[in-house]
Structures are given as C-alpha cells and as structure tokens.
C-alpha cells in the first residue's frame, strides 16, 4: 500500500496505464481528502483571501510543471479547485494513474506546509 512519503519521494513518468479499480483506495488513503469523481480525483482548498489563493496557485504550478503533469483548476476569490487525471491512459480516453496521485500529495504538502 503506498504511502503519502512514498508519493511524495516518487516523480511522475510517462506512462499509458492506469490504475486498477482495487488500486484506486489504496492511493485514495494515502492522500486524505481527495475524492474520487468520476475518472478523476478533486479536492478544494480554502484561503483566506484572494492574495493566498493566487499565492498557492503559483507555488503549485512551479511543482506540477516540473513532474508535466497538469491538472485542471478553477480559481476563486477563497477557494482552489484541483481536479487530476491521466489523458494518456486507457487507449488516451483518460482515467487515473499513480501521477495524479504523486501529484495530489505534493499539492497537499504545499498547502499544509503554507496556507494550513
């Protein structure tokens, strides 16, 4: 069972295979908080202000660049909407590989670390 430290040692690969529906709980727990919705997992942040909203936006973009692996976010005044999955993966009709769950956990990291 992987563990939020072995996800945060691990950098994303490219990689066409996804995860297994008996995997998927397995990296759930190990990044608490995040949810499965449909083929991706999300999770929302709280801030509290704009300024600290642009702020972890800007420090997490730094880190999912440099593993190029990009989620899909909606910004607010208050709130950061992170949504993650893997285009490439099932034929590139997209699902959830162990990247967005290596992602996930250092999104967590940056938030806990900053804004928590």
Sequence with gaps: MPST??????????????LADSELN???????G???????IV?????????ETLAFMNAIAYVI???DHHPEITLT????????DTHSVNGGKGGL??????????????????FS
């Design 77 to 84: 005044y208050n709130q950061c909407l992170i949504k993650f």
């Design 43 to 51: 999770k929302k942040y709280q801030f509290k202000n704009y300024y």
């Design 97 to 114: 590989s162990v990247n967005d769950f290596i992602c996930a956990a250092k999104v967590d990291a940056i938030y806990q670390q900053s």
């Design 26 to 32: 397995a990296y759930l727990a190990a990044v608490p």
């Design 65 to 67: 660049h440099a593993d």
């Design 5 to 18: 430290a072995d996800l945060l040692a691990r950098k994303c690969q490219h990689t066409e295979t996804a």
């Design 34 to 40: 995040w949810e499965l919705a449909g083929p991706r």
